[in-house]
T-cell receptor, first 115, second 114 residues
Framework: AQSVTQLDSHVSVSEGTPVLLRCNYS??????LFWYVQHPNKGLQLLLK??????LVKGINGFEAEFKKSETSFHLTKPSAHMSDAAEYFC?????????????FGRGTSLIVHP | NAGVTQTPKFQVLKTGQSMTLQCAQD?????MYWYRQDPGMGLRLIYY???????DKGEVPNGYNVSRLNKREFSLRLESAAPSQTSVYFC?????????????FGPGTRLLVL
């Protein structure tokens, strides 16, 4: 069985400061991990994904995430927040064939960016 | 290449009315999904279809039915709408194996049941 926990429901930062959105997962297999972003009144868009290659994954808009198996974490970071980063962010775990390949979503973290 | 399209974008229903939400994808994906999104709950899977001709229940299937009409289209039906079904509904598609399960989402349908 797989599960994902986003540790913060809201994160508030000032423009130009670093962003950290935290995600822990549980999986019986070597999972694929994803971060999706949802801007207000929009659908979800893939930010980045981990698929057992490099543990540090770079995504769009300057975001990156590091897969840490020992900590079962996949935290999302960005060095400098921009106003346009204000959105809802979802961490997702998906298992390979043999596991439950239906993706499981976290409850989301709302990123608030202050001027 | 439109990706995933959903109709309608917004709908208001009265309790007990029925409606069908339509979803289509033009990426030749085998897998399609219906989710509902409620505040603080993330996305919860209603039904999915791993391939044409198959459908399976997700986490919250009660009150819904689905039809995988062909490889492109996957519809969600509410037979007798209830206020608890007020939500935003998202359709998604993916291709198993290739592209490592990345899901592509439609823009959503906002449903209000009075």
């Amino acid at each position: 069985a797989q599960s994902v926990t986003q540790l913060d429901s809201h994160v508030s930062v000032s423009e130009g400061t670093p962003v950290l959105l935290r995600c822990n997962y549980s999986s019986s297999y070597s999972p694929s991990l994803f971060w999706y972003v949802q801007h207000p009144n929009k659908g979800l868009q893939l930010l980045l994904k981990y698929t057992s290659a490099a543990t540090l994954v770079k995504g769009i808009n300057g975001f990156e995430a590091e897969f840490k198996k020992s900590e079962t974490s996949f935290h999302l970071t960005k060095p400098s927040a921009h106003m346009s980063d204000a959105a809802e962010y979802f961490c997702v775990v998906s298992e390979p064939p043999g596991g439950s390949y239906i993706p499981t979503f976290g409850r989301g973290t709302s990123l608030i960016v202050h001027p | 290449n439109a990706g995933v399209t959903q109709t309608p974008k917004f709908q208001v229903l009265k309790t007990g009315q029925s409606m069908t939400l339509q979803c289509a994808q033009d990426m030749n994906h085998n897998s399609m999904y219906w989710y509902r999104q409620d505040p603080g709950m993330g996305l919860r899977l209603i039904y999915y279809s791993a391939s044409e001709g198959t459908t399976d229940k997700g986490e919250v299937p009660n009150g819904y039915n689905v039809s995988r009409l062909n490889k492109r289209e996957f519809s969600l039906r509410l037979e007798s709408a209830a206020p608890s079904q007020t939500s935003v509904y998202f359709c998604a598609s993916s291709e198993r194996g290739a592209d490592q399960e990345t899901q592509y989402f439609g823009p959503g349908t906002r449903l209000l049941v009075l």
